[in-house]
Nanobody
Framework: QLQLVESGGGLVQPGGSPRLSCAAS????????MSWYRQAPGKERELVAA???????NYADSVKGRFTISRDNAKNTVYLQMNSLKPEDTAVYFC???????????????WGQGTQVTVSS
């Protein structure tokens, strides 16, 4: 069973530095692009950060310089280190795994259930 389980969310003060974790199981983790998305109340889900199997990263402009995505293929886990949090970072954060099979031209994606991050004093 393909599964992603996020952890590390909660109530954080402005300026805080929590780290989210996403543990994967049921698929070849190292072959997937891993991403973090977030969805704030009343807004669409947006990409926060992504990391390829080779370790290349991409970030939303709103989090560049504050957030860092990383992965540990030995532990089947992807992380999101969040620094200098702002109230506008408040959202449900979702982990995503994506891969494309060029042989059969099929993409596959897996979503976690999400973890709430609330930035408030």
């Amino acid at each position: 069973q393909l599964q992603l389980v996020e952890s590390g969310g909660g109530l954080v003060q402005p300026g805080g530095s929590p780290r989210l974790s996403c543990a994967a199981s049921g698929f070849t983790f190292s072959s997937y692009v891993m991403s973090w998305y977030r969805q704030a109340p009343g807004k669409e889900r947006e990409l926060v950060a992504a990391i390829t199997s080779a370790g290349s990263t991409n970030y939303a402009d709103s989090v560049k310089g504050r957030f860092t995505i990383s992965r540990d293929n030995a532990k089947n886990t992807v992380y999101l280190q969040m620094n200098s949090l702002k109230p506008e970072d408040t959202a449900v954060y979702f982990c995503n795994a994506w891969t494309y099979n060029a042989y059969n031209k099929r993409a596959a994606t897996v979503w976690g259930q999400g973890t709430q991050v609330t930035v408030s004093s």
